[in-house]
């Protein structure tokens, strides 16, 4: 980038905090400029205002990007998704334990080859930009090179990206599983060579609980009490045979989450994918330790898996983000997955507003994970990843945004209508990586 910067000038709207579930966001929670500026020095928000107000402070002959009848918000984070499941999108017509076994397990198997791994790695990576996602923790397999083929392909990009390498050491193919020692060798050397750098965070990933040992999660708890910076994610109560199937394994705990409060796996850094069936008191143990529920809604529907209560979990102070889940997902994009998180909610009488569903897919995503510092929000010293919405991406998107009243409709028409066509370029670390070919698009 040119050593003064950029300058990306169109409409901009960003939190600045939780908006409510009301139908107006909480008042001081939106920062929405009609002709806004967002002043890019070396990978950073140098300054962002009204356009009128920062263009005389700019040095002489910036270079400037307009994006005048587009939306510029924060970069969107997905907060579980498996990068090695992508060619595996689609699988049908089974639930969770089926679809492991059947399709999950066999492909997995392939990430001991590195020149796979990397092929798929990056494949993701442009699909992730491509539908203006900009950061997301990802699951690799149980395979090291797995890991390093990610986080070497992300670091190339500039990314910030969370990931780490699966630990399961028993009820998978023989070719899939670690072993308590290894497990652990592994995680430690991964975490030596890829946590801190550049962007790039940890993140410690026993599958879920029937894949691991007791001797296994309780290696992986004592890893995470040495270093608490370290993120944890796996899977909880997410269908009604896995539920069943950890009760046998684990008789002596109280519930499904009991297993993991057992070995010290819930803490504030922990993400717990789906959450679908809990009772309140566990909702309520999961809020005090600070962790996240990770609403998959998307995922949740193909699996056939449940319908997410999110109101239950507001009301027990429990952090949900949102995510793909892909393989178990059926799209990356960000506006996909507010979709399906609409539709499961208004099924539960809870419908998601526009506000609430993309404060969740940027700052709220960003504060459940601890990355508000860096990224989440448009403000100055923010890292700056920006996604560019296009709200006359197709002709019927344009006919739709025509009729819109006001931003609140014209953010709901996206969520409801948009895809990886409405996500006009994506920019990360200050460099536009992502640039919607215009000639092919109708
Ligand atoms: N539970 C254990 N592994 C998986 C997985 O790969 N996907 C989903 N959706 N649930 C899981
Ligand atoms: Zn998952």
Redesign the pocket.
């Known amino acids: 980038a040119p050593s003064a910067g950029r300058l990306l000038r169109g409409p901009v709207v960003s939190f600045l905090n939780d908006p409510g579930e009301g139908d107006t966001p909480e008042p001081g929670s939106l920062l929405h400029l009609e002709d806004g500026a967002i002043w890019l020095v070396d990978g950073r928000i140098q300054a962002i205002g009204d356009y009128a107000e920062l263009a005389p402070q700019l040095p002489a002959g910036i270079e400037q990007v307009d994006y005048a009848g587009k939306l510029m918000m924060p970069g969107f984070i997905d907060s579980h998704v ?1 990068y090695v ?1 992508l060619d595996i999108m689609a699988s049908y017509g089974r639930q ?1 334990l089926d ?2 076994n059947e399709y ?1 397990f066999p492909e997995e198997c392939r990430f001991a080859e590195r020149a796979h791994a990397e092929n798929v790695a990056e494949a993701f990576l442009d699909e992730q930009l491509r539908v203006g996602t900009t950061t997301a923790q990802v ?1 690799c397999t149980s395979h090291p090179v797995s890991v390093d083929t990610f986080f070497a392909a992300a670091r190339r990009r500039g990314l910030r990206m969370l990931a780490g390498k699966v630990l399961m050491d028993r009820h998978a193919p023989e070719a899939l599983t670690d072993s308590v020692e290894s497990g652990v060798r592994d995680s430690e050397r991964l975490i030596g060579d890829w946590h801190g750098k550049d962007r790039l965070g940890y993140t410690l990933t026993p ?2 609980a029937p ?1 691991s040992s007791p001797a296994q999660l309780d290696t992986v708890g004592g890893i995470l009490r040495n270093a608490p910076d370290l993120h944890l994610q796996t ?1 909880l109560s ?2 009604k045979g ?1 539920i069943d199937w950890v009760a046998e394994l684990f008789p002596d705990c109280r519930d499904y989450l009991g297993v993991y409060e057992r070995y010290g796996l819930v803490g504030p850094r922990s993400t717990f ?2 959450g679908i069936h809990l009772d309140q008191p566990m909702r309520n143990r999961l809020a005090a330790a600070g962790a996240n529920i990770a609403f ?1 809604p998307t ?1 949740n529907l193909f ?1 056939g ?1 449940g319908l997410f209560d999110r109101l239950a979990c507001r009301d027990a102070g429990l952090n949900t983000t949102l995510a793909s ?1 892909v ?2 997902g059926t799209d990356l994009s960000g506006l996909a997955t507010l979709k399906a998180a609409y539709q499961v909610g208004q099924l539960l009488g809870q419908p998601l507003t526009a506000w609430q569903g993309f404060y969740r897919l940027t700052l709220g995503n960003a504060r459940a994970l601890h990355l508000d510092t860096h990224i989440g929000s448009l403000r100055q010293g923010k890292e700056a990843d920006i996604v560019v919405l296009d709200p006359a991406a197709t002709p019927l998107l344009a006919r739709r945004s025509a009729r819109t009243r006001n931003l609140a409709e014209q953010l709901f028409a996206l969520m409801m209508l948009g895809d990886d066509r409405s996500v006009y370029a994506t920019w990360a670390n200050g460099e536009c990586v992502h640039q919607r070919d215009v000639a092919s698009t109708p």
């Open positions: 498996h499941q969770l679809w492991l999950t699951f599958r879920f894949t899977h997410e269908n896995e994918a789906h998959c995922s699996l898996s889940d393989g178990g």
